[in-house]
């Protein structure tokens, strides 16, 4: 069904960086697993007369993303003061990065299911700075307690540009740069957690009575699921037709709201008008000296090293013949994926038939590499049958560690088919005389025949013949 209106979309996404200490101090950063508060110093806490120190590990991650997005690592950028007031932010400000971030412009390609660019999303910067602390409600009534075990935990914002034009998009935009951080390692981005937010960006144009009409820009904020992403930008988008059709209050694109989402009712709830720059008093932090990544060894782009890449992987995986959807399994599969690269290493040649035990029967993750390499060769050769080895995989990994041999296992618990060809040169000479009407018709050329005669010889051997085998003798027979 066609919308009235036209999606336009940008998104800024939080990351939390997973390094051992906070950006600021040396704090250990474990914001989800440690005791309330006890993550905590004078830095973190914004005491007075305290001094921070930028955390060197964290920097080199984002230029690390930096380079994997292609963006442009200046030689010279700088910190500042952002201020606003929350119960927790200690401080009263943000060190965060305003007009000279680490990291500006890059993109990301969005791949079809054919692995071809379907959308190129553009970002406007990549800045580091510290993330806020925690606020906890509901233990006493009228009460909410304040945890700073996450404040000053290393957080980057990656800002798009307005590039999304639909719900959907944004939402694998999210799944994409999950994976993306996640591949680099730079954090495990658990939107559960807290680990990756988003702060979605949305407006509407349409046509009215021969005129273009632009909505107001909402920011719906910490939106901390792809799917509520998706669904999020979804229902402001028809709340903000809604309310110019019905004659809601006049706006323009410069009016911007502040919203947040309610998970549990689906709803979107503005709450005030947005901020502008000059709203939070920004400017130069005056206890950190400017930042030259260059001028580092360690941070200098050409020291980091990247690493394949979900696109290029994606890629790659096509020309072995795998499927879209069987890709996206190993990519977002850990344990999977190393298992399916080692296979490759092992013998690329057999890439899809590993990667179908892997996607279809992951209990083979149990046994050694080679012996699920010798399990795709005796599946393509028609020696074992996949449906019956499934199930007993348990069992075969467990005798397997007792007994070396993997052919012998398979063939105690009689799972290897047995081919003899005299038995299935003796059944072809029947099916040859009792079936002559379809044995001429192949001869005449409708060599759709050859399944059923196949079959018949199949029967006949009463599982001493392996199909393919069969088949094969069977095509020599009727071209004689």
């Given at each position: 069904?066609?919308?009235?209106?036209?999606?336009?979309?940008?998104?800024?996404?939080?990351?939390?960086?997973?390094?051992?200490?906070?950006?600021?101090?040396?704090?250990?950063?474990?914001?989800?697993?440690?005791?309330?508060?006890?993550?905590?110093?004078?830095?973190?806490?914004?005491?007075?007369?305290?001094?921070?120190?930028?955390?060197?590990?964290?920097?080199?991650?984002?230029?690390?993303?930096?380079?994997?997005?292609?963006?442009?690592?200046?030689?010279?950028?700088?910190?500042?003061?952002?201020?606003?007031?929350?119960?927790?932010?200690?401080?009263?400000?943000?060190?965060?990065?305003?007009?000279?971030?680490?990291?500006?412009?890059?993109?990301?390609?969005?791949?079809?299911?054919?692995?071809?660019?379907?959308?190129?999303?553009?970002?406007?910067?990549?800045?580091?700075?510290?993330?806020?602390?925690?606020?906890?409600?509901?233990?006493?009534?009228?009460?909410?307690?304040?945890?700073?075990?996450?404040?000053?935990?290393?957080?980057?914002?990656?800002?798009?540009?307005?590039?999304?034009?639909?719900?959907?998009?944004?939402?694998?935009?999210?799944?994409?740069?999950?994976?993306?951080?996640?591949?680099?390692?730079?954090?495990?981005?658990?939107?559960?957690?807290?680990?990756?937010?988003?702060?979605?960006?949305?407006?509407?144009?349409?046509?009215?009575?021969?005129?273009?009409?632009?909505?107001?820009?909402?920011?719906?904020?910490?939106?901390?699921?792809?799917?509520?992403?998706?669904?999020?930008?979804?229902?402001?988008?028809?709340?903000?037709?809604?309310?110019?059709?019905?004659?809601?209050?006049?706006?323009?694109?410069?009016?911007?709201?502040?919203?947040?989402?309610?998970?549990?009712?689906?709803?979107?709830?503005?709450?005030?008008?947005?901020?502008?720059?000059?709203?939070?008093?920004?400017?130069?932090?005056?206890?950190?000296?400017?930042?030259?990544?260059?001028?580092?060894?360690?941070?200098?782009?050409?020291?980091?090293?990247?690493?394949?890449?979900?696109?290029?992987?994606?890629?790659?995986?096509?020309?072995?013949?795998?499927?879209?959807?069987?890709?996206?399994?190993?990519?977002?599969?850990?344990?999977?994926?190393?298992?399916?690269?080692?296979?490759?290493?092992?013998?690329?040649?057999?890439?899809?038939?590993?990667?179908?035990?892997?996607?279809?029967?992951?209990?083979?993750?149990?046994?050694?590499?080679?012996?699920?390499?010798?399990?795709?060769?005796?599946?393509?050769?028609?020696?074992?049958?996949?449906?019956?080895?499934?199930?007993?995989?348990?069992?075969?990994?467990?005798?397997?560690?007792?007994?070396?041999?993997?052919?012998?296992?398979?063939?105690?618990?009689?799972?290897?088919?047995?081919?003899?060809?005299?038995?299935?040169?003796?059944?072809?000479?029947?099916?040859?005389?009792?079936?002559?009407?379809?044995?001429?018709?192949?001869?005449?050329?409708?060599?759709?025949?050859?399944?059923?005669?196949?079959?018949?010889?199949?029967?006949?051997?009463?599982?001493?013949?392996?199909?393919?085998?069969?088949?094969?003798?069977m095509i020599q027979a009727l071209n004689k």
């Amino acid at each position: 069904m066609s919308l009235p209106f036209t999606y336009v979309i940008g998104l800024e996404v939080h990351v939390e960086l997973n390094t051992q200490t906070k950006m600021f101090c040396r704090c250990k950063n474990d914001p989800f697993g440690s005791e309330p508060n006890s993550n905590t110093c004078p830095i973190c806490t914004g005491l007075p007369g305290t001094l921070p120190v930028p955390n060197k590990e964290a920097v080199r991650k984002t230029v690390l993303v930096g380079k994997a997005l292609g963006s442009e690592i200046p030689k010279f950028s700088k910190w500042d003061r952002k201020h606003y007031f929350y119960p927790d932010s200690p401080r009263g400000y943000q060190i965060s990065q305003y007009d000279l971030p680490i990291c500006v412009g890059g993109s990301i390609d969005l791949l079809d299911s054919e692995g071809k660019v379907e959308k190129t999303v553009r970002f406007e910067r990549v800045h580091l700075e510290d993330d806020a602390g925690k606020l906890l409600h509901g233990d006493t009534p009228g009460y909410s307690q304040v945890d700073l075990n996450r404040a000053g935990v290393p957080l980057i914002e990656m800002v798009s540009k307005p590039d999304m034009s639909s719900p959907e998009e944004a939402r694998r935009f999210m799944q994409e740069l999950r994976l993306l951080v996640r591949t680099l390692g730079v954090s495990e981005a658990d939107m559960e957690k807290g680990q990756m937010r988003c702060d979605a960006n949305v407006s509407i144009k349409f046509t009215h009575e021969g005129q273009e009409v632009w909505s107001p820009i909402t920011e719906i904020k910490n939106v901390n699921s792809t799917r509520g992403v998706e669904r999020s930008l979804t229902v402001e988008a028809q709340r903000l037709y809604d309310e110019w059709i019905a004659g809601g209050p006049v706006r323009t694109r410069k009016n911007k709201l502040t919203a947040g989402w309610n998970e549990d009712t689906q709803t979107v709830n503005v709450q005030r008008a947005k901020e502008e720059a000059n709203d939070y008093r920004y400017f130069p932090e005056p206890d950190i000296p400017p930042l030259m990544v260059y001028e580092v060894p360690e941070l200098h782009p050409d020291a980091q090293t990247v690493p394949e890449l979900p696109n290029q992987r994606r890629l790659r995986y096509f020309g072995y013949g795998l499927l879209s959807a069987d890709i996206e399994v190993f990519l977002n599969d850990a344990e999977r994926l190393a298992r399916f690269e080692a296979l490759v290493a092992l013998d690329e040649s057999k890439a899809k038939g590993s990667s179908n035990w892997l996607i279809n029967a992951p209990t083979c993750l149990a046994l050694p590499d080679a012996d699920i390499i010798t399990l795709v060769d005796l599946a393509a050769n028609g020696q074992l049958a996949f449906a019956k080895v499934k199930p007993k995989l348990e069992q075969i990994a467990i005798e397997r560690e007792r007994e070396g041999d993997i052919k012998s296992i398979l063939s105690r618990l009689d799972l290897l088919q047995v081919h003899d060809a005299a038995v299935v040169q003796s059944a072809i000479e029947e099916v040859l005389v009792e079936q002559a009407t379809a044995v001429a018709q192949y001869r005449a050329g409708e060599t759709k025949v050859l399944g059923f005669l196949t079959g018949q010889v199949l029967q006949k051997s009463r599982g001493k013949a392996i199909a393919a085998l069969a088949q094969e003798a069977m095509i020599q027979a009727l071209n004689k």
